[in-house]
């Protein structure tokens, strides 16, 4: 009895130190995202003093190739105060870029997206004046 005692004493006393152990030991590292093996980085600006667009919509369209038949995509994204917008993995080959800001004329244009990390300036005009 006296040593079933004693092992129970010590079983607890084991329990305790782990998790003071456990206590002291420092956070898990916190894992870090892995960056976006394409990443397509489009700036905007317009006018004649080249100003950053702010919360302009851009839109990126392009064709994934399948099996049977191609799936047609479009990703949309808004640009920061600095005019910039990034899409993050981005498909190489050809995509239609489409930008739309409130008082600036609409652009779009198809570019041949070749490198994993591409930026791609656009730049708006006013539209014309109706008289």
Do not use: F
Not at 23 to 50: C, F, H, M, Y
Not at 81 to 98: C, F, K, S, T, Y
């Amino acid at each position: 009895m006296c040593s079933a005692a004693v092992t129970l004493l010590a079983m607890g006393a084991l329990r305790i130190v782990a998790q003071d152990q456990g206590k002291n030991s420092p956070p898990p590292a916190k894992q870090k995202r892995p960056e976006a093996v394409n990443r397509l980085t489009i700036e905007v600006s317009g006018g004649d003093d080249n100003k950053p667009v702010e919360n302009a919509s851009v839109y990126v369209k392009y064709v994934e190739s399948r099996l049977l038949k191609d799936k047609k995509i479009e990703l949309n994204v808004k640009t920061n105060r600095e005019g910039v917008a990034h899409i993050a993995d981005a498909p190489l080959g050809r995509a239609l870029i489409q930008v739309v800001a409130e008082g600036w004329k609409t652009y779009g244009r198809w570019y041949e997206v070749t490198e994993p990390q591409q930026n791609i300036k656009v730049h708006l005009e006013r539209p014309p004046k109706w008289y």
